[in-house]
Structure formats: C-alpha cells, structure tokens
C-alpha cells in the first residue's frame, strides 16, 4: 500500500521533576489595577502584604498595597492600596490545578492549587473615592477621541499642488494618443440608421459586439437604434443576435444573405 508520508518534526523530551509537587499553592484574582502595577513593579521587590485576623465567622484575609505603588504614576490616578481577600471555591469537581515552570531541559511541577481568593477593593470611604476616581478616569479615556483637531498659524503641506492629472500620471503618452483614437464619437441618428441598415443588407442576424465594431458608435448610444429599428432574438438557432424589424426589411427571406453570430 502506497502513501504519502509528511516527516513530522522532532519533539524534544524534557524530564518533569515532581520535588515541590506537594506544595499548595494559592490562585488570587486581582483588579486590572492591581495586576498593571504588579507588572510594572521591579523583579524581588516588596509589592504588598497580607494580614490575617481571627473573626467568630473565621479568618479575613486582607492585601496592602505598597503606598508608593499607590500614587499617580505615567498619566494614571492614584489606585486604593486597601483590598478584601475573599475566599473563593475552585469551580468543578475533582479539578487539579498546577502550577509548573518550563525551563530549557527540565519542566518543575511548583505545586497543586488549593484555595482560591478574589481580591476586592474596601468598602470604607477613603478606598471608595479614590476607586470612584480610578473608573472615572478609564471611562473618559475610553471617551477621549483618537484624532483631535489642532489649530496652528504654521501651514503645513503634506503634499505639493500639481495640474497633472491623474490619468496622466500613471499612463504613457503612447496610451493616451490610442485611447484618443479608439474613442467612439456619435453620429448623427441618419448617419447611423444608413450603417445599420447597409449592415443588414449583408447580413440577416448580426450580434451586437459586431454592430458596434461595424458602426464606431458607442454601444449605449447604438442601443436605442437597435431596439427601435431590430428585434433581439433570444431562442435559437439565432440566439443573441439581432435582426431588422419587418417594416425595415427590403430583402427576400428565401435569398437573406449569411448570418454574421458570435
């Protein structure tokens, strides 16, 4: 049996160390705000810290943010550095989540996730106004208009006027001279009739392609001739042909001369 065989491109094979397989680890969901400052901040320094306190209802969580990581950086407000640490439940069942880092020969299983939290701005009024600030000023950016109009008193040309056309710039003069040429003008309508007429007297059927070859006329202008003077067959075995109307004929259908068809 024959076949067509694609080679398919060598896969690597790496070791999985399993050593801190056993570790559990936690999956926090931050604000956008929150993640935009952790990725600006510099690698190993101190981001924020958790707290913990014993309640009756049992432990809250809650994350301080670094206060100077808090204020108006690169255009954006100052963000709250107070949040609620709410513990959350891993959606599914039997749902094992890992966490692993891929290096260049080695893939090191870092832990099993165990516990879930969603990070949430407080509810004082201190953290409220300045999240209220922070949404306010993302929706007028969202607002804010790509392209604004600018008045200056300098003129600025982008491009330099010229009287060239734009047929002339991008066509030979060779081009234009022919196009000259083969530029049907229009005929008087006694003119045209004779042509026609001479046309069919050599002809019974002729298509309209070599009507307008014969007349020079152009085809929308040779139209309203033919529609009043022939009739365009649309059965064959003259199909797509036109013929002189009987009113128009002066020759005898036994000795019609031949049929000029496409």
Known sequence: MSGIYVDQPEIKQKTVSTECAQNSLWLVKVPKYVAERLQKCEVGSKFG???????????????????????????????????????????????????????????????????????????????????MKLKRFEAEKKMDPG??????????????????????????????????????????????????????KKHQYISQKHLVAITGQPEAYLKGFLHKMCVYNQKTPHKNTWELKPEYRYYESDNAGPSEET
């Open 49 to 131: 810290a958790i707290q913990t306190q014993r309640t009756p209802a049992g432990p809250e969580f809650t994350f301080e943010v670094e206060p100077k990581l808090c204020e108006p950086c690169n255009g954006l407000p100052a963000c709250p550095s107070s949040h609620t640490m709410k513990l959350g439940t891993l959606a599914g069942v039997n749902r094992n989540l890992a966490v692993y880092s891929d290096t260049q020969d080695v893939i090191n299983i870092e832990g099993v996730v165990k516990t879930k939290f969603d990070v949430m701005q407080r509810s004082d009024p201190k953290s409220s106004l300045s999240y």
């Open 147 to 200: 392209r604004k109009i600018v008045i200056t008193n300098k003129s600025h040309n982008n491009f330099k006027p010229s009287n060239v056309s734009r047929e002339q710039m991008y066509t030979t003069k060779a081009e234009r001279e022919e196009k000259l040429r083969n530029k049907r003008t229009r005929l008087d309508a006694d003119a045209v009739e004779s042509m026609i007429l001479r046309a069919f």
